[in-house]
């Protein structure tokens, strides 16, 4: 035994049998502690780091299974292997029922005892082995809740940290449910202004005419309803960040001043004439095209520049299928434990349909479509009877335009491919195929003559 496979502690109230094990233990070459009684055992286990605890069954004060239970609660990761005395095999059978590795009946044979301590003390280091994987696979993958495998998000990641100790102001772009807000806090805990506050400003949300009051603050009787001095969420975010979510539905007046305040580092409140010095990241967040919105004056081209020093592009989920296992098996675990449902995982036809799956919604689409999986499941895996219809729909219909996207088949040629595949699916009803393809019948009619080459009987 050369190999590092962590301690084993070895507890028995008998000093000569402890001793007579530790030794034949240790001549094989392991790391080994004893404990003269139950009490002493978890005091020590308390405090170092075992594999595996080798437990004497019959002891004064606390028992071995009263051990073995206590082991079991506090530390899952620990094997413990009992000995009992030779013929009370209910005691075995009772120790493996409550989680015991395996047991020794006494007298205990030197080989027995090394062949039992060493198969279980290779599989606790295994099993810590794997444990410790998943737990760096889980690091690697994810940084500050956001999760990404992908090369496009392990790009993310990689802007995340080097942007974040700048002080340079960051658009972040992408559809809609691709993580921005979430992207937005990642920075911000990952700056050096992450012990002030992040306050996010969703533009979209505020009325117009409350806007700049919000932003800058008022004074007492700058207008009619201004009845005391109020600091704006400029002011509150002071050495912090300000997320802007939805920036383009700024108003232009709006965009001017923000501008000004991003430039000059102080703020107005509504009615005040002494500026307010302000020291306050932006970040931006947009899933629209700014630069068309630029083009078609809907906003400031100034402004823009100013924001978008840095843009982060959240790429959409269809464009990084390969993050969907992970992101699946994430939110089925946390939506199973919020719930107290069984659910495990999801079955390989399930997984294979949300893989495929185009997700316009992207990842909170998948999050709330794992919610609704893991609300209908009724066993330890989510099947595809759990997914919504459109899911469900996925495989067979991209599969369709995966085809014809690959002969590059024109429009024409393809609509009569897709109008066959349907019919092949409702089996030759065409009212059916007409409903699915969103056509009246008559239409179908006209358009199998022309696929045909022949007036269709009915026409
Ligand atoms: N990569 C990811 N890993 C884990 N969870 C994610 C990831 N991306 C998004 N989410 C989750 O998806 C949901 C939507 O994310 P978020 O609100 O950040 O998106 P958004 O881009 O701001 O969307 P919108 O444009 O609609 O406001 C949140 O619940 C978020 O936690
Ligand atoms: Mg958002």
């Known amino acids: 035994m050369t190999e590092d496979w962590g301690t084993i502690l070895v507890v028995d109230d008998d000093a000569d049998m402890r001793e007579l094990t530790c030794d034949l233990l240790k001549d094989r070459g392991h790391q080994v502690a004893a404990a003269g009684s139950g009490e002493e055992a978890l005091k020590q286990l308390a405090q170092g780091d075992y594999a595996v605890v080798l437990t004497d069954l019959r002891m004064k004060g606390l028992q071995g299974l009263e051990l073995l239970t206590q082991i079991r609660q506090e530390y899952p990761d620990i094997n413990v292997i009992l000995m009992t005395a030779f013929g009370s095999v209910e005691t075995a059978v009772e120790a493996m029922k409550h989680g015991a590795s395996d047991y020794l009946t006494k007298p205990v044979k030197k080989v027995e005892l090394v062949r039992v301590v060493e198969r279980v003390i290779r599989e606790a280091s295994l099993r810590r082995e794997v444990n410790r994987l998943r737990r760096e696979v889980h690091k690697e993958y994810s940084f500050h809740h956001i999760l990404g495998k992908s090369k496009p998000m392990q790009v993310v990641f990689d802007l995340i940290r080097r942007v974040a100790d700048s002080p340079t102001n960051v658009l ?22 992450k012990d002030a506050p992040f306050i996010p400003v969703n533009c979209a949300a505020i009325p117009e005419q409350l806007l700049e009051s919000e932003l800058f603050g008022h004074m007492r009787g700058a207008f009619t309803d201004a009845k005391m001095d109020k600091h704006g969420l400029f002011e509150e975010a002071q050495k912090g960040t300000l997320f802007l979510d939805e920036i383009s539905e700024l108003p232009l007046m709006l965009q001017a001043k923000l501008l000004r305040a991003i430039q000059e580092k102080e703020i107005r409140r509504v009615g005040a004439t002494k500026p307010i010095a302000v020291d306050v990241r932006i970040i931006a967040a947009t899933n629209l095209n700014l630069a068309e919105e630029v083009k ?114 024109p429009l024409h040629e393809f609509e009569k491919e897709y109008i066959k595949k349907i019919l092949e699916k409702t089996g030759g009803n065409k009212y059916q195929a007409a409903h699915a393809l969103g056509i009246d019948r008559k239409t179908l009619y006209r358009k199998l003559a022309e696929i045909e080459g022949t007036p269709h009987p009915e026409e």
């Open 172 to 193: 972040i772009t992408g559809e809609s449910g691709t993580g921005k807000e979430l992207v937005a806090k990642a920075i911000h805990y990952n700056s050096d202004r």
């Open 296 to 409: 078609a004056k809907r906003f400031r081209e100034d402004f823009y520049y100013r924001l978008n020093v840095i843009e982060l592009k959240l790429p959409p989920l269809r464009e990084r299928r390969e993050d969907v296992p992970l992101l699946v098996e994430a939110f089925t675990r946390k939506c199973a434990e919020a719930r107290g449902k069984p659910v495990k995982g999801v079955s390989e036809a399930a997984l294979a349909m949300l893989i495929d799956y185009g997700w316009p919604g992207n990842v909170r689409e998948l999050e709330n479509v794992i919610e609704r999986a893991v609300t209908l499941s009724r066993g330890e895996k989510v099947t595809p009877d759990d997914l919504p219809p459109a899911v469900q729909g996925a495989r067979g219909d991209r599969r369709v335009l995966d085809e014809a996207a690959e002969k590059t088949l």
